[in-house]
């Protein structure tokens, strides 16, 4: 079992950045793949960002491409999301997500999932 707690959310203005955090517990050693997933009232969860927990790759949804960058720090079993230029329709609840593999960007292949954090861009 994986637990992940999520933090970071917050309101910010158009343009400004923030920093999500995702920290993992429990039997991690499976994990192939973090990423985020955002989801806004009235729509479908969305791939936004993922990077390969043993490797150097990552990706990113077209979206927030050039904005958005994905990290990690193995050591405190931690993935970041840096949001950069934020934009009004960036305003949905993020989900931290971890998986054994399969595609990165569905999210049925990924087998645990935080609560989730607001982020809200004002305009």
């Known amino acids: 079992q994986v637990q992940l707690v999520e933090s970071g959310g917050g309101l910010v203005q158009a343009g400004g950045s923030l920093r999500l955090s995702c920290a993992a517990s429990?039997?991690?050693?499976?994990?192939?793949?973090r990423g985020w997933f955002r989801q806004a009232p009235g729509k479908e969860r969305e791939f936004v960002a993922a990077i390969s927990w043993t490797g150097t790759s990552t990706y990113y949804a077209d979206s927030v491409k050039g904005r958005f960058t994905i990290s990690r720090d193995n050591a405190k079993n931690t993935v970041y999301l840096q949001m950069n230029s934020l934009k009004a329709e960036d305003t949905a609840v993020y989900y931290c997500?971890?998986?054994?593999?399969?595609?990165?960007?569905?999210?049925?292949?990924?087998?645990?999932w935080g609560q989730g954090t607001q982020v809200t861009v004002s305009s």
């Open positions: 429990g039997r991690t050693s499976s994990v192939y793949y």
């Open positions: 997500a971890a998986g054994g593999g399969g595609v990165y960007y569905y999210p049925s292949n990924y087998n645990y």
